[in-house]
């Protein structure tokens, strides 16, 4: 009979504990809301350490924080991929001068909030960080349609692959290729890039777009977020459990 009114007690605990909102709520309080840190949201993406890297050496990352802190009409990044930066011919980068690399990176950037349907009705070329947006010197163009985006920088034409982070401030753009302006690139363009980028392919396709494997810690909202452990569930097993060892010995 003690084991009747045993039971009875477990289960009204046991639904108590499934059905008590407030634990589970506190597992899933979200950070506070600051700026979005692009250094962040990169290294999350997980596929670009490369733009990441000449970002910090140029200190246009600690440029973008800065202005995202300072919010006023809001920043486009175009993200060119560890594939993109590969592919480009060897040395392409280690040619460059400080000045130049400084210059390829805030050409990646545009003073402006863009959503894709923004993107079908820019009016090209558009102006980057990088500065002078006349031919010859730093023209980006947008062409978009039915949900599909080209920029063309006069030296490679690219397409914008993924949506990284999209927060009404900050929005950043998978590219597929390095954006490489006319200023720099325009009188001695690279040679396309030979046979070994072929053999890459296997490993770069589109598809391996796969969720980053990333350990940074979730400073953000805007990210979908990641899947997380049936918490009533864990619950009703655990408590489940008691409930039979405690049936067994009394
Ligand atoms: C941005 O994130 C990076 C890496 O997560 C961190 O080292 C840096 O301190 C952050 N910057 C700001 C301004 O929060
Ligand atoms: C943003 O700017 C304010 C001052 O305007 C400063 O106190 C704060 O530390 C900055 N936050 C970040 C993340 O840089
Ligand atoms: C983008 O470029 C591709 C060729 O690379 C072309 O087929 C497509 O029509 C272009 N789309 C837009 C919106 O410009
Ligand atoms: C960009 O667009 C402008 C205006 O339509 C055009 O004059 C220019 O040739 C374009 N440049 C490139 C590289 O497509
Ligand atoms: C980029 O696209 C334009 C128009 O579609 C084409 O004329 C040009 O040759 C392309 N440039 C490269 C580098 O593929």
């Not at 840190?37 to 990441?52: D, F, P, V």
């Not at 890039?193 to 350990?215: E, I, L, R, V």
Request: aromatic share 8%.
């Amino acid at each position: 009979m003690t084991k009747g009114y045993l039971a009875t007690f477990l289960l009204f605990s046991l639904l108590l504990l499934i059905l008590n909102p407030t634990s589970a709520q506190t597992a899933a309080a979200p950070g506070p809301a600051g700026p979005p840190n692009i250094t962040a949201i990169l290294a999350k993406g997980g596929q670009y350490t490369t733009l990441l890297r000449l970002m910090k050496s140029t200190q246009v990352a600690d440029q973008i924080n800065n202005q995202l802190n300072n919010s006023n009409s809001g920043l486009t990044i175009f993200a060119p991929t560890d594939n993109a930066f590969n592919s480009l011919p060897a040395g392409t980068l280690n040619s460059l001068s400080d000045q130049e690399k400084v210059s390829l990176i805030q050409f990646h950037v545009i003073p402006n909030y863009l959503t894709v349907s923004n993107f079908e009705t820019v009016s090209n070329p558009l102006r980057t960080q990088a500065g002078n947006s006349e031919n010859g010197e730093y023209p980006l163009n947008v062409t978009a349609a039915n949900n599909q985006v080209n920029v063309s920088t006069g030296v490679v034409n690219a397409t914008v692959d993924n949506t990284v982070y999209s927060d009404g401030q900050l929005a950043v753009y998978q590219v597929n290729q390095v954006l490489l302006p006319l200023s720099i690139f325009g009188s001695h363009p690279p040679a396309p890039a030979p046979a070994p980028a072929a053999a890459k392919k296997d490993k770069s396709k589109p598809t391996s777009d796969a969720p980053a494997t990333s350990d940074d810690t979730d400073t953000t909202s805007n990210y979908a977020t990641r899947p997380t452990i049936d918490q009533p569930v864990m619950r009703v097993a655990f408590v489940g459990s008691l409930s039979l060892i405690a049936w067994w010995f009394f």
